[in-house]
């Protein structure tokens, strides 16, 4: 049975996730290395255990999350199903469980907001922790005559946080923005989308999304 540990312990994998950040990098996108996989990975895992998912799917969740992006390492374009592709070869070689295999593959296909849809629990739990990850810290360009908008936006999130309500019914992603950097119509400007993407998510999952920001709940 493959492992969250046998993910993050192949140097194969660590080599496509460092490579297609170099890509993503290139092309002046935001961080897309460890950090971002890392938390992907983790916030999905915890918001299957917290709605009491089976520490398997958890798992599963987990290592979909850690290599949900290294489709990036062929082209931005499709990556999502250039992705998936190679996640089925890696982890076909790696001798997988063939259901673990196409519960992975199937949430890394559906993750990228241009084609996603939540199909199953494990595709949802990575939809909203990909989509929920907005904070300074993803921002490369050091420059801040030269931002831009998705600059800006990230740059002006001081810290973002997913949390479930202790009911149950709702996940909640509230944001310290900065609205001297950014404005709350610029964060809606670039990111609806993907909002309306976290909102399908999380029906899925039979909860209902809630955006905060600056403690003001705005959707």
């Known amino acids: 049975?493959?492992?969250?540990?046998?993910?993050?312990?192949?140097?194969?994998?660590r080599t496509y996730i460092q490579k297609a950040d170099e890509t993503m990098c290139a092309l002046g996108y935001t961080e897309h290395s460890f950090a971002h996989v890392t938390r992907v990975?983790?916030?999905?895992?915890?918001?299957?255990?917290?709605?009491?998912?089976?520490?398997r799917e958890a798992e599963l969740a987990q290592i979909a999350g850690y290599i949900h992006d290294i489709g990036n390492v062929i082209n931005r374009v499709d990556h999502a199903q250039s992705g998936a592709v190679?996640?089925?070869?890696?982890?076909?070689?790696?001798?997988?469980?063939?259901?673990?295999?196409?519960?992975?593959?199937t949430a890394i296909g559906n993750h990228?907001?241009?084609?996603?849809?939540?199909?199953?629990?494990v595709a949802a739990a990575?939809?909203?922790a990909d989509k929920t990850d907005v904070r300074r810290t993803r921002v490369r360009n050091r420059?801040?005559?030269?931002?831009?908008?998705?600059?800006?936006?990230?740059?002006?999130?001081?810290?973002?946080?997913?949390?479930?309500?202790?009911?149950?019914?709702?996940?909640?992603?509230?944001?310290?923005?900065?609205?001297?950097?950014s404005s709350v119509m610029d964060y809606f400007e670039i990111f609806m989308e993907r909002m309306l993407l976290c909102r399908r998510a999380a029906e899925k999952l039979e909860l209902h999304f809630s955006l905060v920001i600056n403690g003001q709940k705005v959707l």
Request: no cysteine.
């Open 1 to 13: 049975m493959i492992t969250i540990e046998d993910i993050k312990n192949s140097s194969q994998i």
């Open 41 to 55: 990975s983790e916030t999905a895992r915890q918001i299957l255990l917290t709605l009491g998912y089976s520490p």
């Open 86 to 105: 190679m996640a089925f070869r890696i982890l076909d070689n790696m001798g997988a469980d063939p259901e673990d295999i196409a519960t992975i593959i």
């Open 112 to 121: 990228d907001e241009g084609t996603a849809f939540p199909v199953n629990a």
């Open 126 to 128: 990575i939809i909203l």
């Open 143 to 181: 420059d801040f005559s030269t931002f831009d908008i998705h600059d800006r936006v990230n740059y002006a999130v001081h810290t973002s946080r997913v949390q479930i309500t202790d009911d149950k019914t709702r996940i909640v992603l509230e944001l310290d923005l900065d609205t001297e950097i």
